[in-house]
């Protein structure tokens, strides 16, 4: 009869953590559940007076204006340089509302640099370069004065006609500086309720199209009031 042999297995030390590396491991975890619930936890969104959906900003910079600051209404402007009913409001109905209203310190006036396709985002980014030299509100007229001619030689032509400093103007427009700036403007837009331009945000009110001049002015007139 044969023996049953008895299998020995010997017994190694046991492996485990120490008390302190357990420690730090659940201190550790701690603090990633905490800093996830502190990222994923709702926050109260940040308002600013007269300008509730955060157009001031076109992307990462602020977006070009004319005005006082400080004054009761703050209407911001829409428009792609491709939309013809926006170049009907800046040649026809915007210098009235510069003399009356912005020029007379009742009105802080933003323009919220945005384009629905790519072409008219990179006029919009040679806009910007243009604010670049202190010269955005007269670039923005000649374009839509040019509405359509938008090759590269014509918009240095358009900074030429208006004195700016060419080459500075023509290597900002090349190395592309503003046209993620552009991009995240024009999201910005379209996420604030813009389907179509021109649109309008007076006191954070939207305004769609090239409305009359009367109805404009009796809206300014109305957000000034609501604002004492």
């Known amino acids: 009869m044969a023996k049953v042999q008895r299998k020995v297995v010997k017994r190694g030390k046991r492996s ?7 420690l730090v491991i659940l201190g550790g975890a701690v603090i990633v559940v905490a800093a996830l619930a502190w990222l994923l936890w709702p926050r109260p969104k940040v308002v600013v007076a007269g300008d509730p959906q955060g157009l001031a900003m076109c992307g990462s ?3 070009p204006t004319k005005g006082d600051p400080n004054a009761p209404v703050k209407m911001i402007e829409v428009s792609d340089y491709g939309c013809s009913h926006c170049r009907d409001y800046t040649l026809n109905t915007e210098s009235t509302i510069e003399e009356q209203y912005i020029k007379t310190g009742k009105v802080y006036y933003v323009g919220h640099v945005f384009g629905f396709q790519a072409q008219t985002q ?15 509100w007269e670039y923005h007229a000649v374009l839509f004065r040019n509405q359509g001619s938008f090759d590269p030689a014509s918009l240095i032509a358009y900074a030429q006609q208006i004195g ?14 503003y046209r993620s ?10 996420s604030a309720g813009v389907e179509g331009t021109p649109s309008f945000f ?4 939207m305004v769609t199209g090239d409305v009359p001049l009367a109805e404009f002015k009796a809206r300014l007139d109305e957000a000034a009031k609501a604002s004492k």
């Open 16 to 22: 485990g953590l120490s008390t302190g590396m357990t």
């Open 61 to 63: 910079v602020p977006c």
């Open 122 to 136: 990179a006029v919009a980014a040679a806009a910007l370069c243009a604010n670049d030299q202190n010269k955005f």
């Open 164 to 177: 700016l400093d060419t080459q500075t103007f023509a290597n900002c427009v090349s190395s592309g500086k």
């Open 181 to 190: 700036a552009v991009e995240a403007s024009s999201n910005a837009a379209l």
């Open 202 to 205: 007076i006191n954070g009110k």
